[in-house]
């Protein structure tokens, strides 16, 4: 079976201030791009090398994914394959809400449900199955057998949504700022296996 490596973008600007960034951007922070290293450091620990490398086309996945290649490469994989960018990656829209403070949200960032919707912004329903759907279209794809995904806090979590029943791994865990979710893929039955969650602790 092959592996998918979901991950979270690093800490931003927006993430400090306590503003909604839904498909608005933000640039990443000193401390994201630590992150960003942290999370290369354990990929190249755990000798782990990708066929794909895929990331949501807004700036702070980009920097994050970017960051990371770089280190592989400087750590000696060489053999790296180019970054595709993926609007199925892409974070949930917040509608009116973004770029505006979290506390005029009236719904859970991460999990609101369809309660964003009448504000021209993206339901629960709608964001998990696109998810589910990139990624499931993703790992079907020819040399796919370790890829790693960059995306976002409320899309990555409405993806583990979807799949904790067959989670391995405790699934009550935060998911912070470029942890790593670690998925084994069944192309038979096309369903995903979490088997482990990491998250960094960097100062």
Request: proline share 6%.
């Amino acid at each position: 079976m092959s592996k998918l490596y979901l991950m979270r973008h690093g800490q931003t600007e927006y993430n400090m201030q306590l503003r909604v960034q839904g498909q608005c951007d933000s640039p990443l922070t000193e401390l994201g791009v630590k992150q960003a290293h942290a999370a290369a450091a354990w990929f190249t620990a755990h000798d782990v090398h990708f066929d794909r490398m895929c990331a949501s086309p807004l700036g702070r996945t980009r920097a994050t994914l970017d960051t990371i290649r770089a280190d592989l490469t400087a750590a000696g994989d060489t053999a790296l394959p180019p970054i595709e960018f993926i609007p199925g990656l892409i974070e949930r829209s917040y509608g009116v809400f973004e770029s505006g403070p979290r506390e005029d949200v009236p719904a859970d960032l991460w999990d609101p449900g369809d309660a964003l919707v009448p504000y021209g912004g993206e339901g629960n329903a709608s964001v998990r199955s696109r998810m589910v759907d990139t990624l499931t279209r993703i790992m079907l794809a020819p040399h796919a057998d370790s890829v790693l995904a960059v995306s976002h806090g409320s899309a990555t979590y409405q993806f583990k949504q979807a799949w904790e029943h067959l989670a391995t791994c405790p699934q009550d865990v935060h998911l912070g700022n470029c942890c790593i979710l670690v998925y084994e893929f069944d192309p038979a039955t096309q369903s995903f296996m979490c088997e482990q969650i990491v998250n960094h602790s960097v100062e």
